[in-house]
């Protein structure tokens, strides 16, 4: 698919913020999240259900990232990292379902929360097994249950929450997701799981985000900050790219995981800002 240039930034490398992203890639993602405690959490405007959305859609990236980091493990790749961000992982998905069960929402989205909660009583306790590979494909299997039922639940809070900025934090949030999708596919492939959805999946993955992105891109409602990342973002996705089309070339690994890594960080950072014009 062709893209447009959007600036002047050179695509023959990197750039510096960018770059500092791949080096400084740490678990200070799973730290952005100050979740409040207490008992049920009842917003005074329906913009802010723009914060609950942002949420639920980042559980959408953990259940693929769980499973993206366990690979790795059973992969040798980075292993120390690896490890710390599935446990990270599965912490903030623990904290972030308990934040969005105690939100003022409607019987059916609480009736979806229960679905996501019940599938994760399963997922939970193989994640934080011993990594052998036949558990890679129990839990690839319910991350796709997973996947299904934390979508639900954004729809139904986009749905609550009204108006276009709420449609953009579902769009760039989901960006985050099919950023750990690709990288878990792509390690999944890696271990050995070569049937052909696994490929399939790939092709379809890439060609969403690589739409959400123009989508993005072309929002009436983005400021220059905004642009500016989605630029980087732009940048990031064409290395991406290239480097999930060598799947038979294991030394690849690294690279993957670093790409989608960042991509994942500055996605993060768009969605917050998408969060933030609700409030505006």
Same mark, same amino acid.
């Given at each position: ?9 050179? =695509?023959? +490398?990197?750039?510096?913020?960018? *770059?500092? /992203? &791949?080096?400084?890639?740490? %678990?200070?993602? !799973?730290?952005? #999240? ?46 120390? =990292?690896? +490890?710390?961000?599935?446990?990270? *992982?599965? /912490? &903030?998905?623990?904290?972030? %379902?308990?934040? !969005?069960?105690? #939100? ?177």
């Amino acid at each position: 698919m062709e893209r447009r240039c959007y600036t002047a930034r050179s =695509r023959v +490398g990197l750039p510096v913020g960018a *770059a500092r /992203r &791949l080096m400084t890639w740490t %678990l200070s993602l !799973l730290t952005i #999240l100050a979740l409040p405690g207490g008992t049920s959490v009842v917003y005074a405007a329906d913009t802010a259900l723009a914060t609950a959305v942002n949420v639920a859609g980042r559980q959408r990236m953990l259940s693929q990232r769980i499973v993206k980091a366990y690979c790795e493990l059973g992969l040798d790749v980075v292993p120390e =990292r690896a +490890g710390r961000e599935l446990k990270g *992982a599965v /912490r &903030l998905f623990d904290q972030q %379902l308990d934040y !969005l069960q105690r #939100l003022d929402v409607n019987n059916e989205t609480r009736n979806a929360l229960r679905r996501v909660s019940n599938i994760w009583f399963e997922f939970k306790p193989l994640a934080l097994a011993p990594v052998i590979r036949d558990n890679a494909g129990l839990l690839q299997a319910l991350s796709e249950e997973l996947l299904g039922a934390s979508q639900r639940v954004v729809e139904l809070l986009e749905v609550q929450a009204g108006g276009a900025v709420a449609r953009l934090v579902n769009i760039s949030g989901r960006q985050r997701m099919l950023s750990q999708r690709l990288a878990k596919l792509y390690m999944l492939y890696s271990w050995g799981f070569r049937d052909s959805y696994i490929n399939d999946e790939i092709e379809i993955a890439k060609r969403e985000f690589g739409d959400a992105l123009e989508t993005l891109i072309a929002a009436p409602e983005n400021n220059d900050e905004i642009l500016r990342e989605l630029n980087a973002v732009d940048v990031l996705w064409m290395w991406f790219e290239i480097s999930l089309e060598l799947k038979d070339a294991r030394s690849f690994g690294l690279v993957v995981s670093e790409s989608s890594g960042s991509i994942l960080l500055s996605m993060d950072t768009i969605t917050q800002m998408y969060e933030r014009l609700a409030f505006n």
